[in-house]
């Protein structure tokens, strides 16, 4: 059914956050704070070396010390082959998924882990690590992407070989693909054109910083069967990875999903959960890791750094006739970068003719990048977005009287070739005009600046299920770790449905032996995927509760119809009865046949495309560098906001860890390949100060393929900040910044030269 | 009978010579998958593994089912992830 004309009673509404009083109370339980009886303590042994041979790894000495319980290397994982998937968030070899949770032959990077000791206590454990002796043979390493592409630069993998050229290379490559993207005569195009600009942009890893580190606690039994509690985006996919890197079978794993604090695309894969299970088994005790923040920078996956050359031409009249883009982006240690969406989503926003993009996936000696909010489209976006401002200033055009002249609307043609349909760009636009923040006068000694964004959206596999309980309260249950706010959202949506207030359905986090198959949270696809399973879920148990009443009052399961929470004969033909609400039913319900629930799964299509658009307002300090977000509104096309409170909230955090991104936020590594800022003192995210109340703009352009209307939020709020804070500095200063992070130093530096 | 179009230079086109689109007889997704296994051996699994399809602007991904009508804009794309 589509309820996107109804009239709606809780969805849009803003009831109180159902985890809202366990995490201010403390009480919410994370993976950290698990504990089991017996419980020993894992710790992991990384690689000091950026680059080298693994010569011997003796661990006999740690294994004497009292307390110790066991110790693992490679030799305890299975050598499995090369085998592509696309479990997670995105595609992922096995193999290598393998070699990074544990080296084998070669450490890749520091902090590449290379044995594991689980001991009684958290001291032993160190000290343990200690005590292992592994002997390197230090090799060549490469850092920066540009250089890991030259020809005489160290290879990381012999059995790399560049795919997506021809013919075939035969030698090895730390370029592990190339990808191109092409529509019309791009050089055509160019010659065409009345104005034409173009730069070179960089971008550095930036880590997903959550507030809680990875953490897991694994019981291997001694029957063979293995519980994990784990925080994580998808605990489907830890049972999945943690099965298939240890050779076991999925039927014997049991993953709980704690809370998680934060994950933002970094806890889609699994780096601890495998080595917990081999301690475990190896020990017979439960065995607990956590990762400490340092470890957390040096051994989990940021995202892609890139190096990118755009270039733009257009018409007087600012219609753009050619654009090209070459974008180079680090895959960490093993070949996975963002660069797929990073060439689809850097001309999105646009109508465009002719377009030639070409990416390169290119693995260096950094820890292996994972997801991070749209992955691939903040970096590309940077780029194109920082041009389009040079464009709009060149042609003596306001920058959004451009993006409006060349905005891509339903029926334009992708640069990546489908065609888009029922999206809101324009829409968007229309309330970046509109708004008092637009309209305002930029105030003397600030700088405004204007970017926009896209992201895709998906759907996938999720499953939901409804159950009436005795006293005709719900409880929903997914498969879905709720990262923002998923729990109110699917909770709202069965409420609407079946016509109770939201605070009378509870919602909850099933296990993976208590509800289908889920994919995990992200891609921005839970509210959507999920909820569409929840939703047509709560429909089949209102049909159901229409024939209960049926036959209570012995009539005709179509003379009955279901109406605020209650079943009423459908007109006076019917008969006269009292309605009979949920409570009434669930009361009856042994008799009528037994529980009222229903499951439901789907592997939903449809997912809507977001757009938004972002404009941010900074004053610079010239003394020392230091860039002010004095105003930030963020526009963008939700489709429909289940909790509109939800909604502003991911966009405002997007928006805040775009902050980071562009003003601070960097790893910085030394001559000998070592990261020097592996905390949060000196790996600046941004901290309340920093950042001023955005105001997000929620436009509502229905996704006709959701029952509500829903498109995913999480992702897009991302995308736009660093150019749109960029181009306010460019704005304030007269300087254009190419290369994040736009730090004070680098500012300063920038003040100076420029006298 | 529907054309399906590649991503320009997608690894796909490692196995059709370069070419950008193909004429195919599948109705359905499957049935594509299937048609490019058994003209171009690996390509069919390329795409199922690796691919979405695009049809007339939406995205499906592992939708054996998606249907396949010779008036559609059919593109294979690389699969989306998120974060």
Known sequence: MNYITSDLKVVGTRPIRPDGVDKVTGRAVFAADTRASGMLWGKIKRSPHPHARILSIDTSKAMALPGVKAVVTSADFPDIASEEAFVGEGPMNFRDLALNIMARGKALYEGHAVAAVAATTQEIADHALELIDVQYEVLPFVIEVEAAMAPDAPILHDDLFTAGVTPTPTKPSNIAKVVTFRKGDVEAGFKDADVIVEGRYTTQPVHQAYIEPHACLATYASDGQITIHASSQGHFMIRAYTAKLLGLDIANIRVNPAEIGGGFGGKTLVYLEPVAVALSKKSGRSVKIQMTREEVFRGSGPTSGATMDVKIGAKKDGTIVAAQQVLKFQAGAFPGSPIGPGCMCGFAMYDLPNVDVVGYDVVSNRPKVAAYRAPGAPITSFAVESLMDDLARKLEMDPLALREKNAAVNGTKTHYGPTHQNIGFTAVLAAVKSHPHWKAPVKEGQGRGLAVGFWFNIGGESSANVHVNEDGSVTAATGSPDIGGSRASIGMMVAEVLGVPAERVRTVVADTASIGFTHVTGGSRVTFATGMAATQAAEKVVEDLKRRAAEIWEIPVDAVEWKDGKAFPAGSNAGAFEPLDLAALALKAARTGGPIAAEVTVNAQGAGAGFGAHICDVSVDRETGHVKIERYTAVQDVGRAIHPSYVEGQIQGGAAQGIGWALNEEYIYNSKGLMENPGFLDYRVPVASDVPMIEAVLVEVPNPRHPFGARGVGEVPIVPPMAAIANAIRSATGLRMPNLPISPPKLRAALDAAG | ?83
């Not at chain 2, 997704?29 to 003209?39: A, I, K, N, T």
């Not at chain 2, 699994?45 to 991904?61: N, P, T």
Request: charged share 25%; aromatic share 8%; net charge negative.
């Open chain 2, 1 to 83: 009978m529907p054309i399906v179009r590649f991503a320009s230079g997608s690894a796909c086109q490692q196995y059709i010579g370069g070419k950008s689109e193909l004429e195919v007889a599948a109705t359905t997704f499957r049935r594509l998958v299937l048609e490019l296994e058994q003209r171009f051996p690996g390509l069919g699994r390329q795409v199922e593994e690796g691919m979405a399809v695009a049809i007339d602007g939406e995205i499906f991904q592992d939708a054996y089912a998606a249907e396949l009508k010779p008036e559609s804009e059919i593109y294979l794309i690389p699969k989306i992830g998120g974060g």
